[in-house]
């Protein structure tokens, strides 16, 4: 009898995409505009979003009180604001904003440490995101992440 060797494959490195739905194409960004995203992993992962606004606040926009599963498909991807209610308004000073989202294999969000996880829409205490960037290294060393930068 002959015995059968089955290849096991690896999972693909976990990537991500964010995608402005609202100025597709990378137009600009007009003062006041809504803005809207899709964020797509490569594979089903859990996903989290930071905003950094003109004023350098950073705060997190996802998960949040509307959906507070951090589970995004890779077929839908997550649109964001979506049907949650809030909206991310261009600023009128046209000053930068960004926006920097994580994909993780496993939900992290409580094992990050309470200044990166934060409330939903609070200010966090931080001054970078180089800052969240550690902290999501630290608790998920296989995460891929992507960053939006408003244009104007």
């Given at each position: 009898?002959?015995?059968?060797?089955?290849?096991?494959?690896?999972?693909?490195?976990?990537?991500?995409q964010i995608n402005s739905?609202?100025?597709?194409?990378?137009?600009?960004?007009?003062?006041?505009?809504?803005?809207?995203?899709?964020?797509?992993?490569?594979?089903?992962?859990?996903?989290?979003?930071?905003?950094?606004?003109?004023?350098?606040?950073?705060?997190?926009?996802?998960?949040?009180?509307?959906?507070?599963?951090?589970?995004?498909?890779?077929?839908?991807?997550?649109d964001l604001p979506g049907?949650?209610?809030?909206?991310?308004?261009?600023?009128?000073?046209?000053?930068?904003?960004?926006?920097?989202?994580?994909?993780?294999?496993?939900?992290?969000?409580?094992?990050?440490?309470?200044?990166?996880?934060?409330?939903?829409?609070?200010?966090?205490?931080?001054?970078?995101?180089?800052?969240?960037?550690?902290?999501?290294?630290?608790?998920?060393?296989?995460?891929?992440?992507?960053?939006?930068?408003?244009?104007?």
């Amino acid at each position: 009898r002959r015995g059968t060797v089955q290849e096991q494959r690896a999972p693909l490195p976990l990537s991500l995409q964010i995608n402005s739905t609202s100025h597709p194409n990378n137009s600009r960004a007009r003062p006041n505009d809504v803005l809207t995203f899709n964020i797509r992993p490569n594979r089903n992962a859990f996903v989290y979003c930071y905003y950094k606004d003109e004023k350098n606040v950073f705060q997190r926009i996802f998960p949040n009180r509307f959906t507070r599963d951090a589970m995004v498909s890779q077929s839908t991807g997550l649109d964001l604001p979506g049907t949650m209610r809030f909206r991310l308004n261009a600023n009128p000073q046209r000053l930068p904003e960004s926006m920097l989202c994580f994909a993780t294999p496993q939900d992290v969000l409580q094992r990050l440490p309470e200044s990166i996880r934060g409330a939903d829409f609070a200010k966090l205490p931080v001054s970078s995101f180089e800052q969240i960037r550690s902290s999501f290294s630290q608790v998920a060393p296989n995460n891929a992440e992507a960053t939006y930068n408003l244009a104007f």
